[in-house]
């Protein structure tokens, strides 16, 4: 497969010196974010969060894509280190220096990709490179001096100047070939992610559990905030549930909510069930980065898919302290279509029975039934009520649409919204 190899040896020139020296320069610097502004996404799947990424990371930031997904599968490839990345120490610890400084998606990345670009196990101790497959030598040199990654994360072999590492393990190519410093520096990850306290990981779906974790996150988030560095904390999620309900239930490929049919539609069987994953997430998040920060905000994946240009300059403005802009950088990544506009057509090209659904749901949920007639790139404020102190949604009031101008909103705007429609 591999006809032409290139020697670590090769790489030994005024390249690698380069790298090494912007490295440590920057490793240096970096200890003490010299943007001031740092990112934290707190999400959910099928939600556009790797679009929103990969958006973010074409336009001068640095944000680490899925950043705690799969580590007790995924590492023991890559690494003898496991069991000190799953501690606490490990877990926070990764997302408070991912807010510090431009970093891997996991600790194990780097290792995971050069292992994955140049055929070489963790057993391997020579290193031959295939500069066919590898893209450019900004990602060749970057697997020449790495080094492993360990906590608490604060030497520079952890860093991923070039944005080589921070999108995907198997990524190819950099997003900052150029080596500028990022506009801002952050992390996203699933919010019920553990964080290494394998007790609290199991209980995330109860509110007490949720806000340990939500505590957690404060504390990391504080504990940056000390050295200078403004942190915003935004949830990402998804307003039309009904959509979103059909895009888990396209790529799970089996669920005993609906039928799949043989011409790629699907029949909904039991509505309340397919609707329950999207109803479980967005409550609990809504929960949490309000605990999380008092001033965190909401982007939705209807207002990516409304204007990805729009939605990224609304985050680059959104600090209080100081202001930036979204600006594209020198990149060679190719971001996957996939990730980007699911299922674009009407839901009747997807639901076989939607003019059942919607007759079930005229009077009775009058908000999913919104959602049958709203544009894909609508943004709705979902309908809210407040039991036992907990945000919750009522399906069976109307929802809103939200103002089209407006990109991102706080999270206690949109609870007061949803409140009050």
């Known amino acids: 497969m591999f006809s032409k190899f290139l020697s670590l040896s090769l790489l030994a020139g005024s390249t690698l010196a380069m790298w090494t020296g912007v490295r440590e320069e920057m490793g240096a610097s970096f200890a003490h974010n ?4 740092s990112l934290l996404i707190l999400k959910t799947a099928r939600t556009g969060s790797t679009w929103l990424c ?4 074409q336009r001068g ?8 997904l799969n580590w007790e599968r995924d590492c023991p490839h890559f690494s003898d280190n ?14 408070t220096q991912s807010l510090l400084r431009p970093m891997p998606k996991t600790p194990y990345a780097i290792d995971g990709s050069c292992a994955k670009l140049a055929k070489q196990s963790k057993h391997t101790k020579s290193v031959e490179l295939a500069s066919e497959d590898l893209g450019d030598k900004v990602k060749e040199t970057a697997c020449a001096v790495k080094a492993q990654c360990r906590p608490p994360y604060t030497h520079e072999s952890c860093n991923d100047v070039a944005g080589c590492f921070n999108q995907r393990v198997s990524q190819k190519g950099c997003y900052n070939v150029e080596m500028r410093q990022p506009s801002i520096t952050g992390i996203s990850f699933n919010f019920q992610s553990s964080l290494g306290d394998a007790k609290n990981a199991a209980c995330l779906s109860e509110p007490s559990c949720a806000s340990k974790q939500a505590a957690m996150l404060r504390e990391a988030t504080e504990a940056v905030e000390k050295t200078g560095i403004e942190v915003l904390t935004l949830a990402q999620v998804r307003s039309n549930l009904l959509r979103w309900g059909v895009s888990r239930m396209y790529h799970s490929g089996s669920s005993n909510a609906v039928k799949y049919n043989k011409d790629g539609k699907i029949t909904v069987k039991d509505l309340e069930n397919m609707l329950k994953g999207p109803v479980s997430r ?12 008092e001033n965190a905000q909401i982007i939705f994946y209807e207002d990516i898919a409304r204007s990805p240009d729009k939605s990224t300059e609304a985050i680059a403005k959104a600090y209080q302290m100081s202001k930036t802009e979204a600006k594209e950088t020198g990149t060679d990544v190719s971001p996957s279509a996939n990730e980007q506009n699911q299922h674009p057509g009407g839901l009747e090209e997807y639901i076989e029975n939607l003019d059942e659904i919607r007759e079930q749901t005229q009077k009775s949920q009058p908000c999913v039934f919104r959602m049958t007639q709203t544009s894909k790139d609508d943004t709705l404020i979902l309908p809210l009520v407040k039991r036992d ?17 407006v990109y991102l909103r706080s999270v206690a705007d949109y609870v007061k919204a949803g409140l009050e429609c």
Request: charged content about 25%; hydrophobic content about 35%.
């Open 61 to 68: 930031m640095h944000v680490t894509q899925e950043a705690l």
């Open 282 to 293: 967005v409550e609990p998040l809504l929960q949490m980065a309000g605990e999380v920060s």
């Open 389 to 405: 102190g907990q945000v919750k949604i009522d399906l069976s009031r109307d929802c809103c649409v939200a103002d089209r101008n």
């Open 34 to 37: 010299a943007t001031g502004r």
């Open 54 to 57: 990969d958006l973010l990371n």
């Open 82 to 95: 496991c069991e000190e990345y799953f501690t606490k120490e490990g877990r926070l610890g990764w997302v």
